[in-house]
């Protein structure tokens, strides 16, 4: 990532920058919302691998369709796919 100077910084800069240091309110939102989102991720790979639709998937895991849509997950749900 490059600063305003156009000098280099490293990540964990860049992080602590936009988002706060670790611990701060603001960088555990940030957290949070990214543990979602790759969990999302993981979730969206796994249904793909398995040839299920949105639908079909909460089917079987017993939930409404509208919580695997998006990148925010709203509660957590373990799916195991067979």
């Known amino acids: 990532m490059m600063n305003k100077k156009g000098n280099l910084v490293s990540w964990d800069d860049h992080i602590n920058t936009k988002y706060g240091k670790p611990g701060s309110v603001s960088r555990e939102k940030y957290e949070e ?6 969990i999302g991720v993981l979730i969206q790979e796994a249904r793909k691998k398995k040839n299920l639709t949105q639908e079909e998937l909460a089917i079987k895991a017993e939930q409404q369709k509208t919580i695997f849509q998006g990148s925010k997950t709203t509660q957590a749900t373990y799916v195991c796919l067979p």
């Open 33 to 38: 919302e990214f543990e979602a989102f790759k």
